[in-house]
């Protein structure tokens, strides 16, 4: 009896406290939960290139794809997915190696994902797409828009960065090391390796493409034709301002969002901000 006394005290302890965080949090500093995606119209693993590629679809219209970031999963996107696919046809992919995906044998890069997205559109017959990338998904996202601009509507990019110098430092951020200890969950949880052996392999590809991508100079950035959104938060921890300035003045037209009160985890943060952004991007 004492025993479930002092562990409902502990519990109850336990709430206060975070609540207390809670509330005494900006809402930029505070990462919340990874939603789930709604059931799809149509999902599966698809051989694409050199490994097995895990997408979804929802909805009917024109097809919008939705790139997630680096060492993360198409979950995140969960809030978003719903509100799209209402008007649109919405793919979701899990980057190679990432979620429900396969990573393949060949070095992790931008341009082998956007190889990954442009084999998966073929194979859904879908000629030219708008795309929504975050982080990784961004820089996807401009690698595309470089190289095959005729496979892209438009590209929303938030939270991307145009060289390795324009990222910060975030391994002392507390969000941050909370959320590195959540995707390791997350990836145990999703892949088919059911691995810690190869999340470590991941995690290893994805730095070091880190330290060396993308390097998106002024003279590529002032090739791209389609139309942009350079978009990110004005609390982001993970990119710098004068970075995602850079992109936009380079990108000829491009337009420069800063969502207000959010971080790099926007959509989760305030999903209706960035949800009516999205909106009028794609219906502009």
């Given at each position: ?65 939705l ?52 084999k ?20 996807t ?43 390791k969950q ?66 000829p ?32």
């Open positions: 009896m004492k025993k479930i006394i002092c562990f409902s005290l502990a519990l109850l302890i336990s709430l206060i406290t975070h609540t207390v965080q809670s509330t005494t949090l900006k809402p930029w500093q505070v990462i919340p939960p990874t939603p789930m995606l709604p059931i799809p119209s149509n999902s599966g693993l698809l051989k694409i290139n050199d490994t097995k590629i895990w997408y979804a679809e929802y909805g009917n219209g024109s097809p919008v794809i790139l997630h970031g680096g060492l993360t999963n198409s979950n995140y996107f969960g809030k978003l997915v719903p509100l799209l696919a209402n008007k649109h046809r919405i793919i979701v992919i899990d980057s190679r190696g990432h979620g429900r995906s396969f990573l393949g044998k060949k070095p992790l890069s931008y341009h082998l994902m956007a190889q990954d997205v442009l998966l559109m073929d194979t859904l017959h879908i000629q030219k797409a708008s795309i929504i990338g975050w982080s990784n998904g961004a820089n996202g401009v690698d595309l828009a470089i190289h095959h601009p005729a496979r892209l509507e438009k590209l929303f990019a938030f939270g991307g960065n145009s060289s390795p110098e324009g990222t910060l430092d975030v391994s002392k951020n507390p969000g941050f090391d909370a959320f590195s200890r959540r995707i997350e990836y145990l949880a999703l892949s088919p390796t059911l691995s810690v052996q190869y999340y470590h392999r991941l995690t290893h590809a994805v730095e070091t493409m880190w330290h060396t991508e993308p390097q998106f100079t002024k003279k590529v950035l002032q090739q791209i034709t389609v139309p942009v959104w350079i978009v990110a938060g004005d609390h982001d921890e993970a990119i710098k301002r004068s970075d995602t300035e850079f992109l936009s003045s380079s990108i037209h491009a337009k420069l969002v800063i969502e207000s009160n959010v971080g790099h985890f926007a959509f989760l943060q305030n999903p209706s901000q960035f949800y009516e952004d999205v909106r009028c991007f794609l219906d502009n």
